[in-house]
């Protein structure tokens, strides 16, 4: 039974009532805590209420401090602690802290009371993970190339799921993540699209990219048979494993196998902070194309005004199904290609002898055509003479055959529908191309706040449930931060005595 929520509006005059009854050595050490009170008296958690009340049942015992709670572990990884349990002792023992988190004091909740709320947000049914016992997995011996990504485990299953998703069908919608991501969007994302921090709603820009996320269990499990008393030391029996959900996968950018999971972060591209959106927890082994065809339904799902134009992606998302799918969105796709992959060198024009690395197609004279934009209502790119656009910038002494046609020269047509991944609708070579994809970085710099500036891993989580939660809360002291550096706040902002 959930009773007793402090709606923000309360939380904010408990905090100024509190700070005119503090001591003179209490009002000394709250200088340290100047940006965290910034941040969690900005903080609206109203929105939550309605998401977690069906989490609880109408009768029994009625639970206290839920979004106390949720903005204690907020502040815990602002104040760079990654221990719940030690977390809870300091909260126990600070007044100042407990007071930033909004407790009354003598009910400061204890360890069980934050994992019993982590338990009832992860939407996860099943039997417990303590009885669940799985058969040795081990890590892979092949090693991958550097900067390369492990393959889908089936062959053709993005293509499989684009077809599906085109022709109307629906994709399992299981996300034990699920209230964590309303979160996230109601609490932080909204309040920051009013502020204006995430670009241009109505022609909105996305970054996709996924994460190693190591875990802090041991992957060799514990056995449970009686094979070692037999003299049996390396048996293929059934272990306990205390984090069943990891799995094995590939860190290209360390070029290692680690064991955990695959954060997939989702950042407004356009926003000067680089700000998260979506976040969502897969299996380590699970390519980023398969999660890219689930986050896309989920986002329009989570944010259905928001009209996504454009995505930038590396080249893990560089299939044929991926562009597909991005056509039947109406998404343009900023996507580089596969060094491996190769323009066609038959049945070419006369006109065109070949395309450059970037898909720019080639004149009999050897120099590559000038792009001169896109024809909407052809849905196809034209492309000039090189010489005769030359000429009518800063003339030269140098004769074509194709001159001789007409001053304004050759002009020739690609045809984007023919082969969307080699000739995208915006070119690679083009100055829109290349500037759009350069803000792909927006997804890399939002990674590095979550696991470097807020040490996500130092928590050592040993379940899915936990690593993603610290991710969450990173993700929302991430805007905190964006609000407070926009807005220019301090405490004294805010009618509060620091």
Known sequence: MLRDWICHADYQKSIRKELDLMTSSERSR???????????????LDPLLPIIKPLYSVFGRPSQNQCE?????????????????????ITASDNIIRMLCGFKPGNVPGLAS?????????????KSRKSILKAPYRKPNKKLKANQKMPC???GS???????????????????????QELLKHCVVEPSAQLGLLGDLSNFSVAFDGSSFYAGSSH???KVCDCRKNGIHNCNCQRHYSDPDAHWGWDSYREQYFYGDTLFNVVASDSPYDLPIYMRSVQASR??????????????????????????????MDSYAIYKLLKHNGILPF??????AKYPQKDLPDDVIGFTTDGTPICPRGLPYVYWGPSHTRNRLKYRCPLAVRDKRRPINFTCTCKTISDYGRTIYIKPDDDPRLFPPVPRDTRLFKQTYKRRTSVERGNKRIFEDYQVEACRSRSSRLRFSMATFAAINIHLDAWIKHLGILPDDLGLAA
């Open 158 to 180: 993005v293509d499989k799921l684009v077809t599906h998703v085109i022709k109307g069908g629906k994709l399992p919608d299981f996300r034990p993540e699920r209230i964590l």
């Open 220 to 222: 060799t499990g514990a």
């Open 335 to 340: 996507i580089p290609l596969d060094k491996t």
């Open 69 to 89: 709670i949720f903005r204690s572990l907020i502040l815990m990884l602002d104040r760079k602690v990654y221990s719940i349990t030690r977390w809870s002792q």
């Open 153 to 155: 485990k089936h062959a």
């Open 114 to 126: 934050y994992y019993d709320l982590l338990f009832r947000i992860w939407l996860s049914p099943g």
């Open 30 to 44: 709250l200088s340290l805590f100047k940006d965290s009170l910034s941040k969690l008296f900005l903080l609206n």
């Open 287 to 316: 390519h980023d194309s398969v999660t890219t065809v689930f986050a896309l339904g989920e986002i329009k799902k989570l944010y259905p005004d928001l009209n996504i134009r454009n995505l930038l992606a590396d080249g893990a």
